[in-house]
Nanobody
């Protein structure tokens, strides 16, 4: 079982950037799909982006062109670069690894 620990969240102004990291306690080499979901207050958890072991990516329409997901198998880490942030991006962001438990989440707040 791999444990996932998210980091990099915080408070940022609209138009700003953040980079989230998801560090796994073990190797992610054999994990096919990894990614990020987010959950805003009172709403369901929704897909943000996923990446496969082969590097194929999927993005929610709402973040296409602004967010970039990547993974570094050597560091057992998945990243989410978030640019041009909007207030509607405010949520708790959770790391996802196929077949593993969720991470604890990291809060992202976009506000002036």
């Amino acid at each position: 079982q791999v444990q996932l620990v998210e980091s990099g969240g915080g408070l940022v102004q609209p138009g700003g950037s953040l980079r989230l990291s998801c560090a796994a306690s073990g190797s992610i080499f054999s994990i096919n799909a990894m990614g990020w979901f987010r959950q805003a207050p009172g709403k369901q958890r929704r897909l943000v982006a996923t990446i496969t072991s082969g590097g194929n990516t999927i993005y929610a329409d709402s973040v296409k062109g602004r967010f970039t997901i990547s993974r570094d198998n050597a560091k057992n880490t998945v990243y989410l670069q978030m640019n041009s942030l909007k207030p509607e991006d405010t949520a708790v962001y959770y790391c996802y690894a196929e077949g593993e438990d969720w991470g604890q989440g990291t809060q992202v707040t976009v506000s002036s």
